[in-house]
């Protein structure tokens, strides 16, 4: 049986793409250099995969910064304001990426968002009313004409129509579907050239088709496939989805004359019994997206040659292939020294994936494959035990009941208790947890962790780091106080490394957008706290102010959304699991005299289903009650705030206010502020803390400006409930910026209770 993979990661193993790229944007290298760089690592990823024995290898999936973006590019969506920086292409392309401030002028970035249900950020394309959408350029062409000089045959990759169109925000007068035409017209000169340019294969990449669709939408796909297969003549067309399964749309789908479809079998639950139900065509190639390009596990060979040889039963043309892209995993485990084999050989990154796809493609067109030694191997790693349960973590879960998820006395009257004891003013004043990381703190981290510093110089130098943050907000006249968050770099993995059942790895790095990588960590095994994490730190934080500081936690949801989660037992059962741990850390601040904890939820709509259908079974059921059991203990008189990223959350604010959280600070400062709207029609309880700037621009807002804010935010909001704070934590932020923003938002607050 043959192998095709969707998508390889383009970073490089070392993340080599990423450092080019940055020294490209500091002027320390040419353009050639740069081209030069990633023709390399072209090269250097086809040839893994073509080593690795893979039949549909992509090209066209290499990016300098995104592929959403190229695919725009190529089709000539560039906004005037970028055009008119006249920079050569590149550059043109990078400053829709990321900005361009020099002698050709002063432009802001496109917007970016996720990536569907992932971490990958993709930037948002512009469709402006005099935008002539149409084929520009032979990137595509001239990418499988590289691979082909190599000797590598490749399947030219870009996202599809359908999915360009969907994702692409039409900033002018007109209308969506008054371009429909144009998107149509544009692919299907792609299509046509690229059967004169003798590209044998395109796949075009239409995850949009995972979520619920309108009988319009179904209309659209329709119009635009016909067009495009009717177009193609040398070409065969693929059409590859993603990410869940594509239950509105597949009985027209098979109707279409695609040379091969591409379903995902890991995320797309109705995936096999679509095909069982509705059959596939016989003429067609099905790749059947039965390796993970999510998660970092192992494949389970015994069960996916299962699903193999039933879709052979039925006579389908079947090629193995990843479920999606494997841009979401890291490239190798061949680089991670510290975790030893026994962890090791449970992980499977890309190009250990490569080695999957050819083992199961071999083991595929056996006639018995039980004896062959790759399969023995495999089975031998999901029949012996990979990590012993713990009776502990078992025993906790056992005993929780219903009460456990249910806060008392209900949010009214503690709401009373709270204004009572607490005596704050009306708008209180707050920050959401870090300040500024200078590069002196950073560089006093890494003196720590590389051994080269005492603990005990380490939590001297915090401590100092933390008593001038709390002078600082208490001689500038901040109501409620936070420690600074100093003595942690990352919210995820601080947690994860005093939480029994996580483990890191040192060179998995995932892109999340642009040059940016993150390197999750992964759950193991059961999770519980082994140690108090934060209290220590809080605790001294507030022995040096009479004002209330914040504790500061990171929730059950996003610490397991920011992670590798396990495939042994459920998402609701880690989530439940890591809930239980930081009840422990939420109980012993209040214990320690902590009155006020804010538990940070910064990815919780991450994981929201693609489907709307699915939110609360699949989700928001499960998410919600394991952010409550986090703080259901504390006293009526122990105020919880959260804090959540984005503030896309209008579809979900009763599921929000369902926290049962006392405060919720927020990121609604760059959006049209009509979140405000929805939290009055909602009859939202909870307290809120808008956020009345930007943190992530190095301006700083003006007190008039904040004052502005505010005033939209009190048409909506009550007075009574309302924060004053920024929109999201500063630690990315410079010192001078800072400060100057945050007295001004406290001159804001005063101006504002003057009246
Ligand atoms: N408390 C965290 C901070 O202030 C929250 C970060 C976040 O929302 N991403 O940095
Ligand atoms: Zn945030």
Redesign the pocket.
Known sequence: MQTAVVGFPRIGTLRELKFTLEKYFRNEISQEELEQKAAELRRIHWQTQQQAGIDYIPSGDFSYYDNVLDAAFLFNIVPERYKKLNRSPLDTYLAMARGYQGESGDVRALAMKKWFNTNYHYIVPEVEDQTEIKLTGDRLFKLAAEASALGIKTKSVIVGPFTLFSLCRFTGSRTAESFVDEFIAAYRELVEKAGTCGIETLQFDEPSLVQDLSADQIALFRKIYTALLGAAKNTKIFLQTYFGDVRDIYPELIKLPFAGIGLDFIEGRQTLSLIEKYGFPQDQILFAGLVNGKNIWRNNYSRTLEVLKKLAAKGINTVVSTSCSLLHVPYTVKHETRLGAEYLKHLAFAEEKLVELADLGRLASLDAFENDPAFAANSRLFTEERCAANPAVASRMASVTADDYVRKPSREERRKIQKEKFGLPLFPTT????FPQTKEIKSVRAEYRAGRMTTEDYETFIREKIAECIKWQEEHGLDVL?HG?YERND?VEYFGESLGGFIFTEKAWVQSYGTRCVKPPVIWGDVYRIRPITVEWSKFAQSLTSKYVKG?LTGPVTILNWSFPREDISIRESISQIALAIRDEVLDLEAAGIKII?I?E?ALREKLPLRKSDWNSEYLDFAIPAFRLTHSGVKADTQIHT???YSEFTDIIPAIDNMDADVITFEASRSDLQILDSLRDSNFETEVGPGVYDIHSPRIPSVEEIVTACRKMLSRIPADRLWINPD????TRGTPETEASLINLVAAAKELRAG
């Open positions: 920050t959401i947890g870090s936070v968050e919210m500061m804010q940070d910064a804090h959540m990223c999201c934590g500063l630690k």
